[in-house]
């Protein structure tokens, strides 16, 4: 089983981080709370970038990305969330998909390298190119000494897909991401995955997604990260 584990973590994002327990994770650096008041009204909890613009902009310091949320969801009525994403030298995503959303693609510095099924091109600046939901692709950095920006839209919008980003990125400040970006939990890997539809190719893979992540809604693990990285209690 456990080398069934890690063999999906090499295929959902090419990683070679080391993995923890979940369980010794949770009871040894992530105590379980009390569902809070913000998490009960959870729905009508605004983004933070909202409540103070200071938080539209968020960075995963183990790999120097950049991520400034343009338009959330709950300012476009749900049509479409806007990001600006910096990626830096050799940086990007493994295969994956989505289920519920398309993405949209536009290149504004550098040539953005995508894949999308079998074919690999690159987005001059000025370029847009379209996902389709159920598409599998990944985008990436192609350049060894500079950035690369632009931006991706999802339609409609995804509040999971949005507050997935803050926990990825606030669990890489707090320290629990290795060098690729990605959480040293086996718990908060899947769980990221799960809440933000994001999806590797295989029904397996699949399967351990939705059970790690159902493990940790039920310790509590996700309101506890969500009080700390999207309602910043």
């Excluded at 605004?46 to 120097?64: C, E, F, Q, V, Y």
């Excluded at 692709?137 to 999971?160: K, L, M, W």
């Excluded at 990605?182 to 799960?194: I, T």
């Amino acid at each position: 089983m456990v080398a069934l584990l890690k063999s999906f973590l090499l295929v959902l994002y090419a990683s070679v981080n080391p993995i923890q327990d979940p369980i010794a994770s949770l009871s040894n650096s992530h105590p379980q709370t009390r569902p809070s008041m913000a998490i009960a009204d959870s729905k009508v909890q605004l983004p933070p970038g909202m409540l103070d613009a200071h938080n539209r902009t968020i960075t995963n310091p183990s790999i120097k990305d950049q991520v400034i949320f343009e338009k959330y969801g709950a300012e476009t009525g749900g049509e479409y969330t806007k990001l600006n994403i910096k990626v830096s030298p050799g940086g990007g995503t493994a295969i994956h998909y989505h289920n519920s959303y398309d993405e949209t693609f536009h290149a504004i510095t550098g040539d953005l390298g995508v894949v999308v099924c079998e074919d690999t091109f690159q987005l001059r600046p000025g370029e847009t190119r379209t996902v389709p939901a159920g598409t599998k692709h990944r985008f990436f950095n192609p350049y060894s000494d500079r950035d690369v920006t632009f931006t991706t839209e999802i339609r409609p919008a995804h509040e999971g897909f949005e507050r997935s980003l803050y926990i990825l990125y606030g669990l890489a400040r707090d320290g629990y991401c290795g060098e690729k970006g990605l959480p040293k939990s086996m718990m908060h890997l899947c769980l990221v995955a799960d809440m933000g539809d994001m999806s590797a190719p295989g029904a397996i893979g699949k399967m351990i997604v939705k059970a790690f992540a159902a493990y940790a809604r039920w310790t509590g693990e996700e309101e506890r990260l969500l009080q700390r990285y999207w309602f910043m209690s």
